[in-house]
């Protein structure tokens, strides 16, 4: 009978999973384990996070890029404000009279756009995009351009408008609405004779304001916004 299991035990196949295991020691499987972790990284592996650091670097320019490649110029119109803080130091920082609520409040559209966005107190809710229509106005002929009058509100970009109008699109923010054009780097050899010319406009009215400025800005189709130039008077200052 023993010598039946001694020769049971011969003949008996081992799995090649049982035969690896009972080959392999710890020090082996240590081994290949550290020689695993000492290999060198594939290059796609070190190439692909640069790859999308690059993307996410780039994006910024390169809608400012497209947008100006195929944006529609239009004219906006500011606030009057104090001038003194209009310019600050190399930064140009206007208020549009579209930026505020009570200004949208009045157009078609918005008490639609609160319906479907109603935060707190009944206000707008943080974070909420818009989309303001713009029309073209005629000049008035002394070369400065007419700011675009704003025709209504929308929730989401229209699919089709006229030849003579544009969508801006705008997100509500700490009670303004912020297009992206409020705030201008100023060349150095610009800033003097804008500073200059600021106040000297300033000090021709009569309760020391700052008239409402023209700014300039090209819209793509998708209602994005960069600036072109800025009007003080009848003086334009390209950015």
Same mark, same amino acid.
Not at 109 to 131: D, F, M
Not at 170 to 188: K, T
Not at 201 to 223: E, I, W, Y
């Given at each position: ?20 295991? @009972? @080959? ?11 020689? @695993? ?180 800005? @090209? ?21």
């Amino acid at each position: 009978m023993a010598s039946e299991t001694s020769e049971s035990s011969k003949n008996k196949t081992w799995s090649p999973e049982t035969e690896f295991s @009972k @080959k392999l020691t710890f020090r082996d499987y240590l081994t290949a384990t550290e020689q @695993k972790y000492n290999q060198p990284l594939p290059f796609w592996r070190l190439l692909l996070p640069l790859i999308l650091q690059t993307g996410l670097i780039l994006s910024v320019p390169t809608q400012a890029m497209y947008t100006n490649l195929t944006g529609r110029e239009v004219t906006l119109q500011t606030l009057p404000t104090n001038p003194g803080n209009v310019l600050q130091g190399y930064t140009l920082n206007l208020d549009y009279n579209i930026s505020r609520v009570a200004n949208l409040r009045r157009l078609p559209g918005w008490q639609e756009l609160v319906r479907r966005n109603r935060g707190r107190n009944r206000q707008l809710l943080e974070g909420t995009n818009l989309y303001v229509i713009l029309q073209e106005q005629q000049s008035l002929g002394n070369g400065v351009p007419r700011a675009w009058r704003p025709l209504r509100v929308s929730s989401n970009l229209p699919m089709s408008l006229r030849d003579n109008q544009v969508a801006l699109r705008g997100v509500y923010q700490n009670g303004l609405i912020n297009y992206g054009v409020e705030s201008y780097n100023i060349p150095e050899e610009q800033r003097q004779q804008l500073n200059n010319d600021i106040f000297r406009d300033a000090r021709q009215t009569r309760n020391g304001q700052l008239r409402p400025l023209s700014v300039r800005v @090209k819209v793509d189709p998708q209602g994005n916004a960069v600036p072109v130039s800025l009007w003080v008077r009848d003086r334009n200052y390209r950015f």
